[in-house]
């Protein structure tokens, strides 16, 4: 195992369970708590305002750093908007893109080094119209000026960007929760544990397949757990089921927050992928990894493909996943909590 791999499981060990790391960076926690916590006394005391868009807003992100499950959802809400007779549009950060101009916007295929790999997948995935700038006032600005037609907005992450106004506030977290429940950088949170008690809903994927939601907390909880789908060769767009490969020597690759996610959700539909590479979040694919694996097949994730298009390698298959959730009223929940905002 490599030193950066140890120095991360070390981490993400000190990070969930504790110990004498997380201890003795306790003090620049405190130090992050005050700076949390100051700005969001800015806000609340009118010191600095959020901009309202004319359209209500809704955020997915997380107070755990890192993957926990966001995209799946916002594609879930996307869709689902979408099939009640709205017409969403997303806006996003652009992780990984230099914006130093205007907001970037654009719908359907749209280039990962343009847009970022998250925004790319989502556009292809929901048709929805986004828009990228690290201040996502301006990428909801840029986005309605562009697309007048769109009548919620639906911002991917940016919990913590509170100079986007929002209406309705869903944190996605995983099975780790809120870890070791301190902040950054003696745990892994980006806000305190009791952030959970005023947001309006708490989704947490489980790793395990169908579950319940733990209850805790005030908000609405709802579980979910990732369901994958026919897998797609890249060179040509084949599409086979992932039962088809069952005894086939496969491997699997994943630039995601999470790669063990991915690599369990093989598991589950009977696949045991080996090697498994395991590359950094928003790995860039300036050159192709695979070369080294021998296998018939390698699985990617859809975030990972928008990025592997250029390479001639027929045996990648992009799977794509969607969500599942523990009761099939979220969405419906959802749309009544839109239609309960009042007129702007």
């Given at each position: 195992?490599?030193?950066?791999?140890?120095?991360?499981?070390?981490?993400?060990?000190?990070?969930?369970?504790?110990?004498?790391?997380?201890?003795?960076?306790?003090?620049?926690?405190?130090?992050?708590?005050?700076?949390?916590?100051?700005k969001r006394q800015a806000y609340q005391t009118g010191r600095k305002t959020g901009w309202r868009a004319p359209v209500p807003v809704i955020v997915v992100g997380n107070i755990y750093v890192g993957g926990t499950g966001k995209?799946?959802?916002?594609?879930?809400?996307?869709?689902?908007?979408?099939?009640?007779?709205?017409?969403?549009?997303?806006?996003?950060?652009?992780?990984?893109?230099?914006?130093?101009?205007?907001?970037?916007?654009?719908?359907?295929?749209?280039?990962?080094?343009?847009?970022?790999?998250?925004?790319?997948?989502?556009?292809?995935?929901?048709?929805?119209?986004?828009?990228?700038?690290?201040?996502?006032?301006?990428?909801?600005?840029?986005?309605?000026?562009?697309?007048?037609?769109?009548?919620?907005?639906?911002?991917?992450?940016?919990?913590?960007?509170?100079?986007?106004?929002?209406?309705?506030?869903?944190?996605?977290?995983?099975?780790?929760?809120?870890?070791?429940?301190?902040?950054?950088?003696?745990?892994?949170?980006?806000?305190?544990?009791?952030?959970?008690?005023?947001?309006?809903?708490?989704?947490?994927?489980?790793?395990?397949?169908?579950?319940?939601?733990?209850?805790?907390?005030?908000?609405?909880?709802?579980?979910?757990?990732?369901?994958?789908?026919?897998?797609?060769?890249?060179?040509?767009?084949?599409?086979?089921?992932?039962?088809?490969?069952?005894?086939?020597?496969?491997?699997?690759?994943?630039?995601?927050?999470?790669?063990?996610?991915?690599?369990?959700?093989?598991?589950?539909?009977?696949?045991?992928?080996?090697?498994?590479?395991?590359?950094?979040?928003?790995?860039?694919?300036?050159?192709?990894?695979?070369?080294?694996?021998?296998?018939?097949?390698?699985?990617?994730?859809?975030?990972?493909?928008?990025?592997?298009?250029?390479?001639?390698?027929?045996?990648?298959?992009?799977?794509?996943?969607?969500?599942?959730?523990?009761?099939?009223?979220?969405?419906?929940?959802?749309?009544?909590?839109?239609?309960?905002?009042?007129?702007?």
């Amino acid at each position: 195992m490599k030193l950066r791999d140890r120095l991360h499981r070390f981490v993400q060990r000190q990070w969930r369970l504790g110990g004498w790391l997380a201890t003795l960076l306790r003090p620049l926690s405190a130090l992050t708590a005050i700076a949390v916590r100051r700005k969001r006394q800015a806000y609340q005391t009118g010191r600095k305002t959020g901009w309202r868009a004319p359209v209500p807003v809704i955020v997915v992100g997380n107070i755990y750093v890192g993957g926990t499950g966001k995209t799946p959802v916002v594609v879930a809400v996307l869709q689902g908007l979408r099939a009640r007779g709205y017409t969403p549009g997303m806006v996003s950060r652009g992780y990984g893109v230099r914006i130093d101009g205007p907001a970037r916007v654009g719908q359907g295929t749209l280039s990962a080094a343009d847009f970022g790999d998250e925004p790319a997948l989502i556009a292809a995935a929901t048709a929805a119209a986004v828009a990228v700038h690290p201040r996502r006032a301006e990428a909801a600005q840029a986005l309605l000026a562009a697309h007048p037609e769109v009548d919620v907005i639906v911002a991917d992450d940016g919990l913590q960007h509170l100079a986007l106004a929002r209406d309705i506030e869903i944190v996605v977290q995983d099975e780790r929760g809120c870890g070791n429940g301190r902040l950054l950088p003696a745990g892994p949170l980006r806000e305190p544990p009791e952030r959970l008690d005023h947001v309006d809903a708490v989704i947490t994927n489980l790793n395990t397949g169908p579950g319940r939601a733990p209850a805790q907390g005030p908000a609405r909880q709802w579980a979910m757990w990732l369901e994958p789908g026919a897998a797609r060769r890249l060179t040509d767009g084949e599409q086979r089921p992932l039962a088809s490969f069952a005894g086939q020597p496969v491997a699997a690759a994943a630039g995601i927050g999470n790669p063990g996610r991915f690599f369990r959700t093989l598991e589950s539909a009977g696949l045991l992928p080996t090697p498994r590479l395991a590359l950094p979040d928003h790995y860039d694919y300036a050159r192709s990894p695979f070369a080294g694996l021998r296998a018939e097949a390698i699985f990617i994730t859809t975030k990972d493909a928008v990025k592997c298009a250029a390479f001639d390698d027929p045996r990648l298959w992009a799977v794509p996943v969607s969500a599942a959730f523990s009761a099939p009223d979220f969405l419906d929940w959802l749309v009544s909590r839109l239609h309960a905002l009042p007129p702007r």
